[in-house]
């Protein structure tokens, strides 16, 4: 299959591990970027986390395609020369090693820069490179709960929630893949490459940052985020056939008496709890949490179809809440193209989610499967120059693998 995405041409040596660093590298691959996977003969831990599929870590299938497996021992020196060959020939090296460890193995920026100082160094970190905790190792629900994400999640009274997905890792990994964009534009401006640094706990306090800020002194106590701590669990409205979550923004005062109306609710067209034409008792509205219950059972006899579809002819928004085989069966994921399917030489045909950016001119695209450990090593070791009895020997030493 020819590459033709925006990245086709620039190598990346990959030498991160689990979720952050390898999410990052991926999007890199489906642009086009020749991704050069460096795993220690162990392989990315990732590759043990279950579910398995036929052996195969579902985890590491879903952040690994369009990517090349290299085995080399890079805590000796053999390796780590070999790793410093790689990289002299990149754009891109990634790692998350932590604060200083990878210099500690001779693999820091300033020395790979000495021979490359075209390449952009990305180094991903839990806690940054400076402080009390730079050394920690950090973990989801550990950076989450510092991150004070779990604060305004669960219900009131309870014990706190984390956010289901790893939005501590996932984000982070988008950050960092700005950060290479950016820095390789400065590259293709100057002619220099450099090295940036993004951490997972300082991603998640830019993510804080909107709701901190409107928390700051405000004139009224009173607004978007501003009840995130006291806002009750949202489950959404039932209805005759399952939930449904709706807002109501756009209708004139004829509409939302007819909507009124229509719900048999008329006793509340003058409440001052649905003022503002319902809004302050839908969505974040002031009265939302209290005026629950009248919606509901306004719904009661309804299905939430006929809700959404009503919502909808007055120009309010309303979705249904979906578990996850009604998700991947909607028309709207189907339209989107959400989800593909990947054929792999040991798991066999699974399914995945494609890339999510539209290009018009350099197009996002699947290349290859998710290798197996060691996949590559011969192919990208002789790109490099080494001949075949020079790999023969590596082997012998248990260098690569």
Known sequence: MSIAGSMAGFRVVDLSTDLCGPFCTMHLGDAGAEVIKVELPSGDPARRIGPMIADESAVFLS???????????????????????????????????GPGRVADLGLGYDNLARDNPRLVGCSISAFGEAGPLKDLPGAELTIQAMAEYTASLGSIGEPPVRVGADIASLNTAIF????????LFHRERTGAGQRVAVSQFGSLLHMRGI?????SNPDDWYGFHLDSYTYPAEHGYQTKNGPMYFILRHGSSEDWDRFVIELGMEEYLNDPRFGNYGRRATG????????????????KGRTREEIIDLVRSIGGDAVPILDYPALVSHPQVE???????????????FTTLAPVVRFSQTPTAIYS??????QHTGDVLQSMGLSISEIDALRVAAIIA
């Open 63 to 97: 952040l690994n395609r369009n990517k090349k497996s290299v085995v080399i021992d890079y805590r000796r020196p053999e390796g780590r020369d070999l790793v410093a060959r790689l990289a002299c020939g990149a754009d891109v090296l990634v790692e998350d090693f």
């Open 176 to 183: 960092a893949l700005q950060a290479i964009f950016a820095a």
């Open 211 to 215: 709701m901190w800020h409107a928390l």
């Open 284 to 299: 974040i509205g002031q009265h939302a949490a209290d005026v629950r219950p009248i919606w509901e059972e306004a719904f």
């Open 335 to 349: 339209a989107l193209g959400a989800f593909t399917k990947i054929e792999h030489p040991t798991a066999g045909l």
């Open 369 to 374: 499967a998710p290798p197996t450990l060691g």
